[in-house]
């Protein structure tokens, strides 16, 4: 029998929330319709497949650094040293009158969260989307980094989409080795004290402005372990820190050369297609990590790691709180825990079936819309729900970081914190507020009936206040500023 009160919690807890039409659908069986959506490959929307690829992204930043250097202070200096490398004058020319960094980094953020916003609207998949959402958030890297500007958006779409249905240690290999990864937390930085490179300072590769790495670098090591697998409370140490970091010493990226940062041809390789190994800055001799010890072995000592750390008991525990947190409530259930990190850990981190521990948990349907929507989360909804399927160019940015979150830029490898209290302050609340009426003024026409469209997105959820609170709007605008603005609309 279709059951319209478990599918607007379907639409809401694991989607992104219900076009006209659709709960009626899902109702049928709303456990099936999520779990359809996570068959094993799945080729990314079409949006997300037309942004560039990784290396695209890296060059990026390298030519907009190539253009403040060449019209820098030092630019004659750094002209001489472009046309050594084959460099013409007329490509000299061309690149000082790009655009600064706020215009040049402004459209492609546009495009690329322009791309992701329409994939969430469109999409007869949004479960599979918000996991990507999660997953991503999950392996941060974030524009907030200059260096990283751009490559969030294909650091998602190499790293994290094609894993969404596989296993967790692909995940995190797949993450780990992304250039994005490796710029955004420093590990392409980093070299052995005992290396060949740092014996041999002439065999370290050169960095940025001339210099040459001196040291390890413990940044991705330590978010590997605090963020990505066991969690702070997972039993590592300081020690198995500086033993991570020294395992993927050389873990780095093919580094474009000057010639490709001062033309303007697109780059073509993916993320996975740019990892690379530099065993001259490799530490050499076996390190102890968690109480296992890895014999020097190059690159496979960091993979042996890492599908040790994905398997890890704590790592299982650790992920399925995340997904219970994220899915059931701020306050994860222990019970649920416990079954989503027993699945997790059977099924040597299958995420499929793992995620399917978390839908077929009774907490997830339980207490309907225990959860508060993240910024983002909530400006899909309200689109959604009236159906909106293009974008206008640069739409939604603006609001989205107004309520608080500015797209694929977290303040943090921490990512955008999953519980209310981040966003229920005064001010945020007061612009989410701003952010319903300035919408429904946008969308309201004389023929739209905002009842039609709390019905059909929320169905039984809708509150016989809220109803009454929209029979009783005067006019379109205000009936949809009351239902986007009513808390079971702010909630899944």
Known sequence: MPDLAQAAIAANRFGFGARPGELQVISRDPRGWIKAQFAREAAPPAQIAALP???????????????????????????????????????????????????????????????????????????????????????????????????????????????????????????????????????????????????????ARRIPGGGRPTGINENLAREILEL??????????????????????????????????????????????????????????PKTLLGQTYVESGVQEGVDALDALARHPATAIHVATKLARHYIADDPPPAAVARIAQTFARTDGDLRETLFAVIDSPEAWAEPFAKFKRPEEYAISTLRAANVRVLPTGAGLGAIAAMGQRVYAAPGPDGWADSADAWLSADLVWKRLAYAQAYAERIARADVDPLAIADATLGPALSAQTSLAVQRAESPAQGLAILFSAPEFQRR
């Open 53 to 203: 690829p990784g290396e695209d992204d890296l060059l990026a930043f390298g030519r907009w650094i190539a253009q403040l250097r060449l019209n820098g202070p030092n630019g004659e200096r750094f002209r001489a040293r472009a046309q050594e490398s084959g460099v013409t004058a007329e490509q000299l020319r061309q690149l000082s009158i790009e655009e600064q960094f706020v215009e040049n980094f402004r459209a492609r953020t546009q495009r690329a969260v322009g791309a992701r916003l329409e994939a969430a609207l469109t999409t007869d998949a949004p479960a599979r989307e918000r996991a990507v959402h999660f997953w991503s958030n999950h392996f941060t890297v974030s524009a907030a980094k200059p260096a990283a500007v751009a490559l969030p958006p294909s650091f998602e779409r190499e790293a994290v989409r094609p894993h969404v249905a596989g296993a967790f240690k692909d995940m995190l290999r797949a993450a780990t080795q992304h250039p994005g990864m490796l710029l955004y937390l420093d590990n392409w930085l980093s070299i052995g004290p005992n290396s060949i490179a740092a014996r041999n300072p002439r065999r």
């Open 228 to 285: 990505h697998t066991l969690g702070v409370n997972g039993g590592y140490t300081q020690t198995d820190v500086q033993a991570l970091a020294a395992i993927i010493t050389g873990w780095t990226y093919d580094r474009p050369r000057l010639m490709q940062f001062l033309n303007d041809r697109p780059g073509e390789r993916t993320g996975p297609e740019l990892f690379t190994f530099d065993a001259d800055a490799h530490e050499p001799g």
